[in-house]
């Protein structure tokens, strides 16, 4: 059993890394299992996951807020421009 954790231990380093792969491309089961051992006895590195799925939603929620321009006038105005050519 303390094998098993020895071998689940990673340092902070590598749980930074599992925290920003975890937002672009995911995880592995053995790499959630290492993060989630890693930040329950490492406040800091608990605190900077939570610090970046808040950016990560924040950045989420402003894309979907964003509108698309109507291009209608601007469509409209090319193509007069382009007739009196």
Not at 14 to 37: C, F, P, T, Y
């Amino acid at each position: 059993m303390m094998k098993l954790i020895q071998k689940m231990m990673i340092s902070c380093k590598v749980a930074a890394d599992l925290i920003h792969q975890k937002h672009n491309i995911g995880l592995s089961r053995r790499e959630k299992v290492s993060l989630r051992v890693h930040n329950s006895m490492c406040s800091v590195c608990k605190t900077f996951e939570k610090q970046i799925d808040q950016i990560d939603s924040a950045i989420k929620e402003k894309i979907e807020q964003t509108q698309t321009p109507d291009t209608t006038q601007l469509k409209q105005d090319i193509k007069t421009k382009l007739d009196s050519l």
